[in-house]
């Protein structure tokens, strides 16, 4: 028999963590883990797009899958039985190749870049800043709960992946980069 979608138990604002207990959906865990979904979502659509190379959406669906880990993680109570793995360093090193790799076909950067240009790069500074939020999420969470730093060591990277990515994308596309005046 197929379980329906919904079981009206959350109904009341309230929602179970892995190990079985009930938290306020606005709770700093909930936060940091949504906000987490949300910057899934994103790469989601990112990885949609045709200005996706195919082996910039294989780097997104892993980086989706370990976004996945993180959220399952955050999810998670400490004593709980089940715990997640958590992307390790080796996850972080593959970031920084791509970043690496990326930024080796960009023109130096000697001003800053406003988001914009091709609708791909414009979401992928959407993505960036949500990754940035789900670090502040992860920050305030972590002041009263135990936080593996792996996990904001991701999302930093994560962050700067998702630049170097928005800018490639312009490139790519060959629009030009909006580059910030500060006499405007």
Not at 9 to 28: F, H, N, Y
Not at 101 to 118: C, K, M
Not at 145 to 164: C, E, M, W
Request: overall charge neutral; charged content about 20%; some cysteine.
């Amino acid at each position: 028999m197929k379980s329906k979608l919904y079981t009206r138990r959350g109904d009341d604002g309230t929602t179970s963590l892995v190990g079985g207990t009930r938290v306020m959906k606005d709770s700093p865990r909930l936060q940091a883990y949504g906000t987490i979904d949300e910057l899934n979502s994103w790469l989601g659509l990112l990885a949609a797009s045709d200005a996706i190379t195919t082996d910039t959406r294989a780097t997104l669906r892993s980086i989706q899958h370990r976004l996945f880990d993180i959220g399952a993680a955050l999810a998670t109570e400490p004593d709980s039985a089940w715990q997640p793995q958590l992307p390790g360093q080796r996850a972080i090193e593959h970031l920084e190749q791509a970043i690496d790799q990326i930024d080796a076909s960009l023109p130096p950067l000697r001003q800053f870049v406003l988001p914009g240009g091709h609708p791909d790069a414009a979401r992928a500074n959407v993505a960036r800043t949500v990754a940035r939020r789900a670090e502040r999420a992860i920050i305030t969470l972590s002041q009263t709960t135990a936080v593996d730093p792996v996990v904001l060591q991701y999302i930093n990277r994560l962050s700067d992946f998702l630049f170097a990515l928005s800018r490639q994308i312009n490139i790519n596309a060959n629009i030009d980069e909006i580059f910030w005046q500060k006499d405007c």
